[in-house]
């Protein structure tokens, strides 16, 4: 599993991969494993005849650089993947709201000393302190930094807002965000950082047969956290979306970051979906629930540790 191929100023959630690390890694797919697409994988998995070491690139949200960067390559080795769009990111319009968030709260040169707001009935106070200018020492620290082992207060500060952030909808998330712009002295033209790619560029990256469309809801909601009918929209909305931008039916979902429940997998099938990939990591067996594929999450790993960590996997 992707989400990004490039190169940022620091990656909290481990969503990045070089692009010379990606193409050191399709090089390596093709010569030791054999790269299917989902519906091919799907196949195999309804006759029981998965190839011992058959794998299904995928890309989760559906970032510019997919389509900029990672398309090139994988289109230069001829190697087909999946991508997982949630449609209301398209066209540039916002970033995806986990990333402005981390640019406002770990990345601003200056903010107020004192974050105070009032936040799902609980009031959030944080004292910034001698963090409230950005300095050399932070910066380094903030590069390489692990978003659940935060090493500064604006580290933890972030994380506190996005545990926050996660269970709400999106019109929320983008209220509470306008409140931390404001509080910061930001307006929404300066963090605005990269996001979705456009539609063209769907419609373009679907053209490929070597590429297949998926479904990742409208507004990247963490399913579980919401009603049936809250589920209902997301997931039926995104797909009517995709299926009529790209003029092709889709059918292989992925779960916003990896949450679901019973009724998330009763809507995809009254959705006509035939696959959806969890968060979870594992091999694919005989047994394994189509609605519930398991998958490895491609970290920015030096070249041996990629390999090791992939060879693990597939032993397990």
């Known amino acids: 599993m992707y989400h990004r191929i490039n190169t940022p100023a620091s990656d909290p959630w481990k969503l990045s991969v070089d692009p010379e690390l990606f193409e050191q890694q399709l090089i390596f797919f093709k010569k030791h494993y054999s790269v299917i697409s989902s519906d ?3 196949t195999e998995m309804a006759t029981g005849r ?3 070491r058959s794998i299904v690139l995928t890309f989760d949200d559906g970032y510019r650089d997919n389509y900029e960067t990672a398309r090139p390559l994988l289109e230069k080795h001829a190697v087909p993947a999946s991508f997982f769009i949630t449609d209301s990111y398209l066209d540039g319009n916002q970033p995806f709201w986990w990333d402005e968030l981390e640019y406002i709260i770990v990345h601003s040169k200056e903010l107020p000393s004192v974050f105070s707001i009032s936040m799902n ?4 106070h944080f004292n910034l302190a001698d963090e409230a200018v950005l300095n050399e020492d932070m910066q380094e620290k903030h590069r390489k930094y692990n978003a659940l082992k935060p090493p500064t207060k604006r580290t933890r500060l ?7 952030f996660s269970p709400m909808q999106k019109d929320e998330q983008q209220q509470f965000l306008q409140l931390i712009r404001q509080w910061a002295g930001l307006s929404a033209e300066e963090t605005m950082v990269d996001g979705g790619m456009s539609r063209k560029q769907l419609q373009e990256l679907s053209a490929n047969g070597l ?7 409208s507004n990247h909601l963490a399913l579980d956290h919401h009603s049936i009918d809250v589920q209902s929209k997301e997931i039926s909305e995104n797909k009517q979306f995709l299926e009529g931008l790209i003029g092709k039916e889709i059918h292989h979902f992925s779960y916003p970051s990896g949450k679901y429940n019973e009724a998330t997998i009763k809507l995809l099938e009254e959705n006509d979906y035939q696959a959806a990939y969890a968060g979870r990591t594992g091999p694919i067996v005989k047994n394994t629930d189509p609605f519930l594929i398991p ?4 970290n920015n790993w030096n070249f041996e540790k990629f390999r090791k960590v992939l060879e693990k996997t597939f032993k397990s």
């Open 158 to 164: 972030y994380l506190t807002l996005w545990n926050a």
């Open 50 to 52: 998965i190839g011992n």
């Open 295 to 298: 998958r490895l999450q491609i």
């Open 40 to 42: 091919e994988l799907v």
């Open 121 to 124: 009935n609980e009031d959030l």
């Open 211 to 217: 590429f297949t469309i998926g479904g990742h809801t």
